[in-house]
């Protein structure tokens, strides 16, 4: 084989192997770092995780830009059906409403048609009480009375960070929370989440890296323990 056939060969089996892994990052599996502590202790600061972007149907790109930032522009996009839908106690990746640059992370409480409402940080769907996640999370021991009304929260009239509602879930839509429910900045203060915003499922975590641990070394700020965990 001449030198630059064989040149040209690797070239076109890089790109095609470049253009396989957008697809499969596009429409079936995306990787997505866990940044803040709103999911602890069911998921952490530096965990990666692969999310199943297929399940909740795929969409073709709807901006280019540089991630992380606004920088970009908007396209016209295209949706494949949904297998499934979110159901509550789904952990979500979704693009947070107020800002669709960003993605964020977390449960599904309730969906259309349902009532949430939350006593004494206790939380309640129809009237029942939501099953709490085997790792949730509380850090600040103080109660809001339901007589606070939160000016933060996106219907202030409904109450407050641990005593809120009634509140009826719009029709296509999902009301989420983060299990580390003191320190979660979710549709308790920004609202609802449109199907539209809904990105995947998180599958494994296949890497977790703790940033802030003492020990020395890159090996020694992994969390062996977490990896290949599944998420739920």
Partial sequence: MKPRKKANDTIKAVLIAIFAALILRQFVIAAYKIPTGSMENTLLVGDFLLVNKFVYGARTPNWVGIPGTSAGFDLPDFSFPAIIEPHPYDIVVFKYPKDPHL???????????????????????NGHPFHAPPKLKFIDRNIYNRLYKDPEFFRPRYGNRD??????????????????????????????????????????????????????????KIRWNRLGKVVR
Avoid: T
């Fill in 103 to 125: 993605d964020y992370i977390k449960r599904c409480v309730a969906v259309g048609g349902e009532v949430v409402e939350s006593k004494n940080k206790r939380v309640y769907v």
């Fill in 163 to 220: 005593n809120f509602g009634p509140i009826v879930v719009p029709q296509n839509h999902y009301f989420v929370m983060g299990d580390n429910r003191d320190n979660s900045l979710d549709s308790r203060y920004w609202g609802f989440v449109p199907p539209e915003n809904v990105v995947g499922r998180p599958l494994i975590v296949y890497l977790s890296w703790d940033g802030d641990s003492s020990n020395n070394g890159l090996l020694g």
